[in-house]
C-alpha cells in the first residue's frame, strides 16, 4: 500500500475512533443519569409517607430553623427531609401569638405568628371537597386543600421549589380572635351559630366571609420563607389578560417562544426551563391562574422560579384547560429530569403517591378521587405532548440537560 493511502486510511480510522468514543461516551454520561434519576425517585417514594411527629431528634435546634436552613437558591427544601414530620406537626399545632390580615393579594388568608416567632400564612377553607367550581378555569375562591395537595405534588415531582404547607385546624373564637389585630378583628362575623370572618383583599367583601363550623375553621398554613431571601415578583411570560376578547400574544402567535427566548432572563440560566416545569406542575393541578411569580432577589436569573400561591388549583376536575401548557408545546423543550420523573408516575403511580404523601395530614383526605384521577389523566396529556415534541424536533433538542449542584449550607 501507497503511503498516501496509508495516511488516508489511518485519518479515516482516526475520525471512526474519535467519534465512536464520542458517542459512547454520550451514552454512558445519559446512561448514569437516567440511573441516578431512577435513584432519586425510589428515594423519593421511600420517603413520600410523612407522619407528623412532635419530637426534634439529634439536635437542638427549632424547626423554624432547621426549615429556614433548608433553603437555597434552586430549592426551598432538600431532598433528604427526615425532620419534616415534625415542622409540618409544629406547623399544625404550635400556639398562635398574633393574628392579622393577609398580605396584598386578591383572596382571603390572614398571617399568623407561631410560637417561636414562625410567620405562616392562613388560607381558609371554602369549599367541601367534593364541590367543583364551574366557569372559567381560574374562577372561584381560593381552594386551601389545593395548597396542601400542591406542595406535595412538588415533592413528588422532584421540584422542591413550594414552600412547605400543612393542613390545620383553628377555633377562631379562642386561638384567634384573642391575639388578633385590630384590622383583623373588624373583620369578623356571626352567621347563625358560625364565627365567620372576612378579612382585607381586594375581592374580601363582608357579603362573602369565610365562615367556621361553629368556632372550628379548617385551613393550611404555608410557611413564610425567611426574611434572608426577599422575593422578587415578575410578571409571567405565559399570563393571561383577565379581559374579554383580549387575547395575549401567546394566544394566537405560535412563534412567541422565540421572542421569549430573547428576553432575559430567558435567553440564558435555567428560568426559561423553569418555566417550562411550572407549566408542567399547574397543568397537572389545573391551575390557570399564574399571572406573576417570584423568584429571590438579585439573582440574574439564577434562582428558582418558586411555587408560591397554588389555591386556584384542583377546582373542576372534568376541566382539562390545554392552555396552561402553552411554554411546553411551544418552545417544545424540557429537562431530562422532569421527562423521566413523569414517566415513572404512569400507570397508577402518581394518583397513588398523592395520596400517600398527604393521608397524614390533619385535613385528610385532601382531595376527592376524581381530583386524584384527573391529574392521572393530565398526565397521559403532558407526556403526549413531548412525545409530539420529539417527534417534530427530535430527542436530542426537545429534552434538554439541565442539572445543577445544589449545595446545602
Known amino acids: 500500500m501507497k503511503l498516501k493511502q496509508r495516511v488516508v486510511l489511518l485519518a479515516i480510522l482516526l475520525v471512526i475512533f474519535i467519534f465512536t468514543k464520542v458517542f459512547l461516551i454520550d451514552n454512558l454520561d445519559t446512561s448514569a443519569a437516567n440511573r441516578e434519576d431512577q435513584r432519586a425517585f425510589h428515594r423519593m417514594m421511600a420517603g413520600l409517607r410523612v407522619e407528623l411527629v412532635p419530637k426534634l431528634d439529634h439536635t437542638l435546634q ?14 426551598v427544601y432538600p431532598e433528604e427531609t427526615p425532620e419534616l414530620g415534625a415542622i409540618m406537626h409544629a406547623m399544625a ?14 383572596q382571603l388568608k390572614a398571617l399568623l405568628i407561631l410560637e417561636g416567632g414562625q410567620k405562616v400564612v392562613f388560607k381558609p377553607k371554602r369549599y367541601n371537597r367534593d364541590y367543583v367550581v364551574e366557569g372559567e378555569p381560574y374562577a372561584g375562591y381560593d381552594r386551601h386543600n389545593a395548597e396542601v395537595a400542591a406542595f406535595h405534588l412538588d415533592r413528588i ?44 383583599c381586594y375581592y374580601c367583601r363582608e357579603t362573602e366571609p369565610a365562615c367556621a363550623d361553629g368556632d372550628t375553621m379548617e385551613g393550611s398554613v404555608t410557611l413564610w ?24 400574544r401567546w394566544e394566537y402567535d405560535e412563534s412567541y417562544c422565540d421572542a421569549v427566548k430573547k428576553t432575559s432572563p430567558y435567553d ?53 384547560e390545554r392552555s396552561i401548557l402553552a411554554p411546553l408545546y411551544q418552545c417544545c423543550i424540557i429537562r431530562v429530569s422532569t421527562w423521566n420523573r413523569l414517566n415513572y408516575l404512569k400507570n397508577g403511580v402518581l394518583k397513588s403517591a398523592l395520596k400517600s404523601a398527604m393521608a ?19 398526565l397521559l396529556s ?27 449550607l
Request: hydrophobic share 40%; glycine share 6%; with cysteine.
Open 157 to 200: 415531582l422532584g421540584f422542591r421549589r413550594a414552600p412547605l404547607v400543612v393542613g390545620r385546624f383553628v377555633n377562631l373564637r379562642t386561638e384567634i380572635k384573642p391575639v388578633a389585630t385590630e384590622q383583623l378583628l373588624s373583620t369578623f362575623l356571626t352567621v347563625g351559630n358560625n364565627t365567620c370572618f372576612y378579612g382585607k
Open 268 to 320: 440564558s440560566g435555567p428560568r426559561l426551563l423553569d418555566i417550562i416545569d411550572t407549566a408542567v406542575f399547574d397543568y397537572l393541578i389545573g391551575n390557570a391562574d399564574r399571572h406573576h411569580y417570584e423568584s429571590f432577589q438579585d439573582d440574574e436569573g439564577a434562582s428558582m422560579l418558586i411555587l408560591l400561591d397554588n389555591a386556584k388549583s384542583f377546582g373542576n376536575p372534568s376541566l382539562d
Open 225 to 248: 420563607l425567611p426574611d434572608v431571601w426577599p422575593l422578587q415578583k415578575h410578571r409571567h411570560p405565559w399570563g393571561r389578560t383577565y379581559r374579554e376578547g383580549k387575547l395575549a
Open 62 to 75: 427549632s424547626p423554624w430553623e432547621i426549615a429556614a436552613q433548608w433553603v437555597v437558591p434552586r430549592e
Open 382 to 408: 403532558v407526556l403526549a405532548t413531548v412525545k409530539q415534541c420529539t417527534d417534530q424536533f427530535g430527542a436530542d433538542t426537545v429534552l434538554v440537560e439541565d442539572r445543577m449542584p445544589l449545595a446545602h
Open 360 to 378: 397524614h395530614d390533619p385535613i385528610a383526605p385532601v382531595l376527592s378521587e376524581p381530583h386524584l384521577d384527573a391529574a392521572e389523566q393530565r
Open 93 to 106: 399545632t404550635k400556639k398562635i401569638i398574633k393574628a392579622d390580615v393577609g398580605y396584598k393579594g386578591t
